[in-house]
């Protein structure tokens, strides 16, 4: 290994306002999460206390070892999208330690609307379980919700990635042995109720929780049957004579408690395939890193810098370093799990796509895992490039990408665009995991430039037409389009889309990156097999 060297002038004017920007955005993001955090509005709040019940975020807490880390996806997903619906969609799911083994966590948040499901409810709940499926890991599901958000009906009920994929993603996870537990907390209507019954063990809370296709009401107006809630889907009934249910606890606590316990009965814990090393912190703090990343979007950033702050004792074994330097390849270690970085330095080029092709390659036949740091304008375009063949470099690379079958990871550190976000393990690839910086940005192409091209448009027709178009008209065609660019690319946009799994900020990304790689060295291996790589 080769200890890299920083060049950083952290005296400097320059670092100076990149790290005082910087950390506006990360109180920005703490701001946010904190809203999240708070759940529904407080008289929905005093409502679910008053009856006994613990408020979700507790809930989760309560599952959980004491003391160790829940990393939390999609927290902020949906923000802004429902009116009084705070960040997170009314559920939160993340991946936490019970019993000393790591679980995939859904609960419902009842007090949202019910815990009911909008559309990203639905695709954040699928989210999780495409993560826990991947890395087998069990999935315990708190449920309190009212099903559909009935409003909502289109975004939840006929497609792919809905509700209805929820079940047939638990039916597939059963199939591959991933466990799963509900805990029936709250009224479960419908889908709610059926997300339990496709589980492999049930808890339900006595008086409190309830499983029915039908409410009492509903009962009543579908066949007149006048019938109470207890005996339509109560805990006991369930636990003693419908069998619905396995478990019967008398309150939150000692549901969570039974929860816990099955969850030691759950077999041998998964080992990992790899051995890390000791955790060493890099050489210089992570912290800097604020300072690094260029406030201006046209100065880049210096992106050797940020992988000296984030792997082990800032050693990183460089690959190819004189070629194609437009991306920087090589293996480091991260608290002890070595993984194999490409970070973008500037365009990609010919060299640096066929650089990065001959990296992924090497790190699948060393069963290595991947993370991109992707900060990269795209593509160079021109007739030299064009003529060095950059349309088959590009393809290589991102069949290479597309078709490694080690663990591989996303995280947006800067501005990522176009086919360079594509190129770069963007969404579309499925990453195991993908986040953004609160700096990070991702558009087809930067608000400046989407407005140029659409005003060249344009002025084609215009002249064509043989109309005038002054300066100001010009620039009154701009403004919206940069607008709206602007507002697009943002990574809170990205994240309330669940278009990433986070934000994170730059000071936890060795913490939530070690998480990764230690639940994905926990899984088989999965052999790759590369699509044509066009000579
Ligand atoms: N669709 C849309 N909104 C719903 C809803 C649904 N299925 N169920 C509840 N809500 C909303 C309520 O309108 C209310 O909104 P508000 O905060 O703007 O006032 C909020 O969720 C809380 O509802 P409330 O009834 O006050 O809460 P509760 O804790 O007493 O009861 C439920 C929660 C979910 C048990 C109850 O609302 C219920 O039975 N809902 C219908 C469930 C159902 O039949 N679903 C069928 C889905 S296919």
């Known amino acids: ?16 306002k990149n790290d005082a920007l910087y950390r506006e955005k990360v109180g920005e ?17 005093e ?16 599952l959980l070892d004491p003391g160790t880390p829940f990393l939390e996806i999609g927290e902020l997903a949906g923000l802004n999208k429902y009116e009084g619906v705070p960040p997170g969609a009314g559920i939160i799911t993340g991946i936490g330690v019970i019993e ?38 069990p999935v315990i599901t708190l449920v309190d919700s009212g099903g559909a958000f009935l409003p909502e009906q289109a975004s939840i009920f006929p497609d792919e990635g809905q509700f209805g994929s929820i079940f047939h993603q638990q039916i597939g996870m059963s199939g591959d042995g991933v466990p799963q537990i509900a805990v029936v907390m709250g009224p479960c209507t419908a889908g709610g109720a059926y997300i339990p019954a496709l589980c492999d063990e049930v808890v339900i809370v006595r008086g409190q929780g309830f499983m029915y296709l039908g409410g009492p009401e509903l009962t009543f107006a579908a066949t007149g049957e006048k019938v109470d809630a207890e005996t339509l889907g109560g805990g006991k009934m369930h636990s003693s004579v419908s069998g619905v249910t396995d478990h019967l606890a ?9 929860t816990r316990e099955i969850v030691s009965h759950l077999g041998e814990k998964p080992q990992p395939r790899k051995t890390p090393t000791s955790p ?4 210089y703090p992570v912290e800097e890193i604020y300072g690094v990343v260029s406030r201006d979007p046209r100065v880049p950033t210096d992106n050797r810098e940020i992988v000296a702050r984030l792997v082990d004792d800032s050693d990183f074994h460089e690959f190819k370093p004189l070629f194609g330097d437009t991306i920087m390849t090589g293996w480091g270690r991260i608290h002890g799990h070595e ?13 640096a796509a066929l650089k990065a092709t001959h990296f992924i390659n090497l790190c699948v036949q060393r069963d290595i895992p991947l993370l991109f740091l992707a900060d990269v304008n795209g593509f160079m375009v021109g007739r030299d490039v064009e003529q060095m063949g950059i349309a088959k470099a590009g393809a290589k690379m991102i069949t290479a990408m597309s078709s490694a079958r080690v663990p591989k990871f996303t995280i947006i550190t800067g501005g990522s665009y176009g086919a360079g976000y594509l190129a770069m393990l963007g969404r579309p690839f499925q ?13 087809i192409m930067g608000p400046e430039q989407a407005a140029s091209v659409l005003a060249q448009v344009r002025a084609q027709i215009n002249e064509r037409e043989g109309k005038k178009w002054t300066p100001e008209e010009e620039e009154t065609f701009k403004a919206p389009i940069r607008k709206e660019y602007e507002d697009f690319q943002g990574a809170y946009n990205f994240a309330s889309n669940l278009w990433i799994d986070s934000v994170i900020e730059p000071a936890e990304t060795r913490d939530v990156m070690a998480l990764m790689l230690d639940i994905a060295s926990r899984r088989p291996k999965v052999e790759t097999h590369f699509g044509v790589f066009r000579m």
């Open 47 to 62: 409502r679910h206390v008053s009856k006994g019940k613990i408020l979700p975020r507790e809930r989760v807490e309560r």
């Open 280 to 283: 060493r912190p890099p050489a």
């Open 339 to 351: 993984v194999g970085i490409l970070a973008n330095t500037g365009v990609l080029f010919v060299e």
């Open 250 to 258: 008398e309150d939150d606590a000692h549901a969570l408690a039974i």
């Open 29 to 45: 993001l703490h701001a946010l999460r904190l809203l999240q955090r708070v759940g529904g509005p407080e008289k929905a709040r």
């Open 431 to 443: 990453p195991d995991a993908m986040f953004a910086w609160p700096t990070g940005r991702s558009a």
């Open 100 to 137: 000393g083994r790591q679980c995939m966590i859904i609960a419902n948040d009842a007090t949202v609307k019910g815990g009911t499901y909008f559309g990203m409810t639905c695709r954040k709940h699928v989210r999780a379980q495409k993560i826990a499926w991947k890395n087998r890991l």
């Open 1 to 16: 290994m080769t200890k890299m060297k920083s060049l950083l002038d952290t005296g400097s004017d320059d670092f100076r």
